[in-house]
């Protein structure tokens, strides 16, 4: 237990940044929905469940040239690329600073160049293919990094996951795809999505690797996706990995959540990953109680201020929905 | 200058991108070691390698979408769909992806990708090798939709379309890739995309057009012209977005026109067309509008007899000119 992220090579100063990245994604969410009921903001759509995940995979990889094709929960990966609280709260009030789409995409579609975040739409399991083609492009240029996809469990039954992923496999290339299962796509439960025992075991028709891990285990997932990535810059080509969570909010804030029962979710909460986490940090003598107070008023803080922030900022000039359809 | 067919300027201008730029490369069903189905990469597989020249499984969506992924990257890439009917399964990626993903992104990443494919009928293709799917993307802003009608002009337009950093469909009607004949200039040379061109001067009537339908309708304003009747052709050359100013010019000039498609007449190029010079042109027109297209059935049959009933040909045209000119 105490040495688990020692094992892994991850000093104390890493997995504290991991908390606290993992800590911001879920305060930010939270105000988020806030914002969201006192009819500040039309739409939300959450990360919260998912946050181990998303921040053991990121860390995992090479944030300084790695490239990520993130799906509309990956609020978690898009902070730890080095998208801002405030960039973030900018997309969800859709205001002209908002580095994702200057306030032409609903909130969670992410999007940031400097950070190698490719743009997504709404349409799910586009960016499989796209991930694949940045994996393609590595190769061909001899570059040292690797493409990382992810997208929900009920996404990976359309084609392009596996026309992307065949494509993937057949040609050996470094990407890798992470599945975040938190067991419902809307209000279809994974039974009635998949047929196969689970997600992972589709890797095999695509000659990769896959596996399934605990998706509320950052250190698990950290793990997996640093083997991943080490395969495929050794030429070892690509890998699927299914992490499995629960999905703590509605499917979005337009969603009732009506199909699920309370109890199903309550119990899900008290395994919340956050806390967990805290907790065994604090167990090995990581962090201190007091210093996970002050890490939750930081962050707190960095959530007011962004909030304030974005609230004010301007929209963008209504004529500037003519510009940009091509290059100008 | 050397004379060609369309195909072998369509390779030309292939093989001197690729040399020009080496993120420039290809990707598509059978372009490697076969050279294509139709031969349209004939050659580059042996100069360029596997690198360049991957033949991709059979899935025209990641065709489109690995190529559009390596294009936000920075890379060149060269989509083939082997037949443009094929094309459907990857149209999620071409309008929800490529279109949009400048405009979506607010100007932060681009798709400097290339997406060909050969179109139209009078093979003997039937219903699912001879279709035109372009009206299918021509609401689509972030598209630029390209169809030349002449070895020239494809070699210019494909090396144009390459080199654009935007998304652009290069549509090859198959049945001209041996069928037509024509000088090339063997330097390099682009042409604009978004700029029609007149292929013939004429005073009477004006017909326009695109594709393989440009060399029909120049058969015909042949034949009309022993009759006294001059023929002004304009070819679109880009179907979408079109180019406005010629389209009203070329319908200013004569007061009559024609408009002539291969694809099916309800919701094609030719009606937006029609919109542009009605809008614009009402005092200058001495007919209606009269269209040319074919009949509005899914697709042409494979029966030489249904075949020929749905194909414009020249003789078509040539009716349809006479009597826009006796109006």
Not at chain 1, 209 to 231: H, I
Not at chain 2, 144 to 165: F, Q, W
């Amino acid at each position: 237990m105490t040495s688990r992220h020692k094992q892994l090579g991850l000093s104390d100063e890493q997995v504290i940044e991991m908390y606290k990245t993992m800590l911001l994604a879920r305060r930010i969410d939270e105000r988020m929905w806030l914002l969201n009921r006192s009819g500040k903001i039309p739409f939300v759509i959450s990360c919260q469940g998912q946050e181990a995940m998303q921040v053991g995979a990121s860390f995992a990889l090479n944030r300084k040239v790695d490239f990520v094709a993130p799906y509309y929960r990956d609020l978690g990966i898009v902070l730890s690329f080095g998208m801002t609280a405030k960039e973030l709260m900018l997309s969800a009030f859709a205001k002209a600073e908002d580095p994702n789409s200057g306030g032409r995409q609903m909130p969670g579609h992410f999007g940031q160049k400097k950070n190698r975040i490719l743009s997504g739409s709404s349409p799910v399991t586009t960016q499989v293919p796209h991930a694949v083609g940045v994996a393609l492009a590595g190769k061909m240029e001899k570059k040292d990094f690797v493409s990382f996809v992810t997208l929900g469990e009920g996404s990976s039954n359309q084609g392009d996951f596996h026309e992307g992923l065949n494509f993937a496999g057949v040609h050996k290339l470094p990407v890798i795809t992470m599945v975040e299962n938190n067991k419902y796509a809307i209000s279809v439960p994974m039974e009635k999505q998949i047929a196969s025992e689970n997600v992972s075991i589709r890797a095999k028709s695509y000659g990769m690797t896959g596996v399934t891990v605990d998706g509320n285990d950052l250190f698990a997932v950290y793990e997996a996706v640093k083997a991943a990535r080490e395969r495929a810059l050794n030429g070892e080509g690509p890998s699927l990995i299914e992490a499995v969570s629960y999905r703590l909010t509605a499917h979005s804030s337009d969603d009732d959540d009506r199909y699920r029962e309370k109890e199903e979710v309550n119990e899900a909460k008290k395994k919340d990953a956050i806390v967990a986490f805290a907790n065994e940090l604090e167990a090995a003598g990581i962090i201190s109680e007091t210093q996970i107070s002050d890490i939750e008023e930081e962050v707190m803080g960095i959530v007011n201020e962004a909030t304030d922030y974005a609230e004010n900022a301007a929209y963008a000039d209504p004529e500037h929905a003519l510009k940009y359809v091509y290059e100008e | 200058m050397a004379v060609m067919t369309y195909i072998q300027a369509i390779t030309t201008a292939l093989r001197e991108e690729m040399i020009r730029d080496e993120k420039v490369f290809i990707l598509g069903e059978d372009v490697g070691k076969k050279g294509g189905v139709f031969r349209a990469t004939d050659g580059l597989y042996d100069t360029f390698g596997e690198d360049r020249v991957l033949d991709t499984p059979l899935s025209e969506s990641a065709i489109a979408g690995v190529g559009i992924g390596a294009a936000m990257y920075g890379m060149r890439p060269i989509a083939e769909m082997q037949f443009a009917d094929f094309i459907l399964p990857a149209v999620n990626q071409i309008i929800s992806e490529a279109a949009k993903l400048r405009y979506r992104s607010n100007n932060d990443w681009n798709a400097p990708i290339t997406i060909r494919a050969p179109y139209g009928g009078g093979v003997h293709g039937a219903l699912y090798h001879s279709q035109s799917i372009e009206s299918i993307f021509a609401n689509q802003p972030g598209l630029k939709i390209v169809m030349p009608s002449t070895p020239y002009d494809a070699k210019g337009l494909l090396k144009a379309a390459i080199r654009d950093n935007d998304p652009v469909l290069f549509f090859e009607h198959k049945r001209a890739y041996r069928l037509l004949k024509g000088e090339v200039p063997e330097e390099d040379y682009v042409l604009p995309i978004g700029k029609a061109d007149v292929k013939r001067e004429g005073t009477d009537i004006t017909v326009i057009t695109y594709g393989l339908c440009v060399h029909f309708a120049l058969q015909a304003a042949e034949k009309l012209a022993e009759e006294g009747i001059s023929t002004h052709i304009l070819d679109l050359r880009t179907v979408y977005p079109l180019d406005k100013d010629a389209i009203i010019e070329a319908a200013k000039k004569t007061g009559k026109v024609l408009l002539i498609t291969e694809d099916n007449l309800e919701g094609s190029i030719i009606g937006e067309v029609a919109a542009i010079i009605a809008e614009n042109c009402l005092f200058d027109l001495d007919a209606p509008i009269k269209r040319l297209a074919g009949p509005d059935v899914p697709a042409m049959p494979y029966a030489p007899t249904m075949e020929k009933f749905f194909m414009v040909n020249p003789e078509k045209c040539e009716k349809a000119m006479r009597d826009l000119a006796e109006f």
